[in-house]
């Protein structure tokens, strides 16, 4: 915590000051007490003593107090905010392998519904834009806010959507590129603070050599987080004979490596879940100071107003 006034923490003492002379105000009482000898009488005339809660009030405006200074000297804390213009593109592998039921109900399956978790956690003002890529690489979604657009492109990704077989995870970086490129009339001279999150199970099989694709992403400046979805054990079922389909992550993981973004491996959806939840605490965010004394000053009020009601309470009481 840093304060931009901190000088003004020294009214604290006033506050100390104030309880050590409570304190010493409450003994002096309590001495006076001792003096009065008859206790018989001092039952009937003060049947019910004074009990801890006549301390309350004290205490709250005591603590209303140190918050209120604290407040006065300015603090301030490092606050995650959105960036302005902030673009986020989701590309999502659909090839045949995607079909493998070691992930419950599949790969695809479960990728689409947590890539619709995923875009629903992002702010609202995200622009937010969805790539299909197998063999070559689509924009079903342009980037934009229209989170239902989005849900309905999710909806919509499928084994063979993009009319060719293969993975092209280079492609698949490129297109998102161009998205990025394209998401209004300022972005080709001043880019928005964009992030690519890429799904796949497999290595690059067709298209852009993907280290290619991850320098172009480096020189717009734009991370590219890649997720490496399923197990060694996959498998898809052609014409009822399996076809071994084991996870593959070591393209991905240069990718990731090569632009800055992030390398994530799961192999089910929960784990999956999880890796999107870490991401989306990341993208699109950037870290400023600001002035966090309304906190200190809104706490000290609520705190103010409990002792202003245990005074009434306390005080108001009949004999």
């Keep these: 915590m840093i304060w931009l006034s901190p000088a003004r923490l020294w009214l604290l003492l006033g506050v100390l000051a104030l309880v050590v002379g409570y304190l010493m105000m409450q003994r002096r009482r309590s001495r006076y007490a001792v003096r009065f000898t008859n206790l018989r009488l001092l039952d009937r005339i003060a049947p019910q003593r004074p009990a801890w809660r006549r301390h309350v009030p004290a205490g709250l405006f005591l603590a209303m107090l ?9 603090p301030t804390a490092e ?13 999502v592998d659909v ?8 992930v419950d109900p599949d ?11 995923f875009v629903d956690g992002l702010p609202d003002e ?17 980037p934009g806010t229209d989170r239902e657009a989005l849900h309905d492109g999710v909806q919509r990704l499928a ?23 394209g998401l209004d009339s300022e972005a080709a001279k001043a880019p928005p603070p964009a992030r690519i999150v890429l799904l796949s199970d497999g290595a690059n099989t067709s298209g852009m050599d993907p280290m290619e694709a991850a320098a172009a992403a480096v020189a717009a400046k734009v991370p590219v987080h890649t997720i490496s979805f399923g197990t060694p054990g996959g498998f898809v079922d052609r014409g009822g004979r399996p076809i071994q389909v084991p996870v593959d992550g070591q393209t991905l993981h240069a990718v990731a490596e090569e632009t800055g973004g992030m390398f994530h491996e ?4 929960e784990e999956l879940k999880a890796v999107y939840d870490d991401i ?27 002792a202003a009601a245990g005074s009434m309470r306390w005080f108001s009481r009949l004999p």
């Design 280 to 306: 989306g605490t990341s993208v699109g965010y950037r870290t400023e100071r600001q002035d966090v004394s309304a906190r200190f000053i809104g706490l000290g009020l609520v705190f103010a107003m409990g």
């Design 159 to 181: 084994e063979g959507i993009t009319g060719v077989q293969g993975t092209a995870i280079g492609e698949a970086i490129s297109t998102s590129l161009g998205a990025v490129k």
């Design 107 to 117: 790969r695809l399956a479960a990728a689409k519904g947590a890539a619709r978790k």
């Design 126 to 142: 995200f622009n937010v834009g969805l790539v299909a890529f197998a063999g070559s690489a689509a924009v079903l979604v342009p």
């Design 79 to 91: 606050v995650r905010v959105p960036r302005e213009r902030a673009t986020v593109m989701v590309a």
């Design 95 to 102: 090839s045949t392998s995607m079909l493998a039921t070691d």
């Design 266 to 269: 799961a192999s089910t959806i």
């Design 66 to 74: 140190a918050l209120l200074v604290v407040g006065f000297a300015r």
